[in-house]
T-cell receptor
Framework: GAVVSQHPSWVICKSGTSVKIECRSL??????MFWYRQFPKQSLMLMAT?????????EQGVEKDKFLINHASLTLSTLTVTSAHPEDSSFYIC??????????????FGEGSRLTVL | RKEVEQDPGPFNVPEGATVAFNCTYS??????FFWYRQDCRKEPKLLMS???SGNEDGRFTAQLNRASQYISLLIRDSKLSDSATYLC????????????FGAGTRLFVKA
């Protein structure tokens, strides 16, 4: 099956620093990837849709200058949490869908990245 | 009204029990339907796709009723390892694929 790799799995940083999270589709191309945030005991919240070759589409209430998304290639999207604060501590998950005729609508998820801001 | 609504949880059941989860969706143009399972502090993983004819995978049976815009998941002979959150996921292709997640239903299977 399709594999999405997310890195790092865990990150602890000081308040005010920036953190970059990578999402890679290992065995398929993904023009579109998605970034989610999940707080404890809550559902996934879509933050933004990452589009290769164009700007990301952010959901309402998500600050684009705070959460920078770069979809550098058909297999890599990055999320940078800039000037992180303790309230940014969360579980960040990416997902991707296979491009083209193999697209069944199924989403393949990365393993998630747990960010803790001190 | 939420686009995808699921049974509120949590469900607490003994081992061996049969448990059913329900999900309704509001967009009649929805095309693809899935049940995902998410364990604590882990990413969601596909449990099964849901087809109009209904489909079964071992102890799991999924049903789709397009007329009522309703999806169900039945788990028979529950195991301790079935304890997780089950997410109903609906995708529509309306000017681009849009995937909507339900809030999830937590299941606890007890010995």
């Amino acid at each position: 099956g399709a594999v999405v790799s997310q890195h790092p799995s865990w990150v602890i940083c000081k308040s005010g620093t920036s953190v970059k999270i990578e999402c890679r589709s290992l065995d398929f191309q993904a023009t579109t990837m998605f970034w989610y945030r999940q707080f404890p005991k809550q559902s996934l919240m879509l933050m933004a849709t990452s589009n290769e070759g164009s700007k990301a589409t952010y959901e309402q209430g998500v600050e684009k200058d705070k959460f920078l998304i770069n979809h550098a290639s058909l297999t890599l999207s990055t999320l940078t949490v800039t000037s992180a604060h303790p309230e940014d501590s969360s579980f960040y998950i990416c997902s991707a869908r296979i491009d083209g005729t193999l697209n069944t609508g199924e989403l393949f998820f990365g393993e998630g990245s747990r960010l803790t801001v001190l | 009204r939420k686009e995808v609504e699921q049974d509120p949880g949590p469900f607490n059941v003994p081992e061996g029990a049969t448990v059913a989860f329900n999900c309704t969706y509001s967009n009649s143009a929805s095309q693809s339907f899935f049940w995902y399972r998410q364990d604590c502090r882990k990413e969601p993983k596909l449990l099964m796709s849901v087809y109009s004819s209904g489909n079964e995978d071992g102890r799991f049976t999924a049903q789709l009723n397009r007329a009522s815009q309703y999806i169900s998941l039945l788990i028979r002979d529950s195991k301790l390892s079935d304890s997780a959150t089950y997410l109903c996921v609906v995708t529509a292709n309306t000017g681009g694929f849009k995937t909507i997640f339900g809030a999830g239903t937590r299941l606890f299977v007890k010995a």
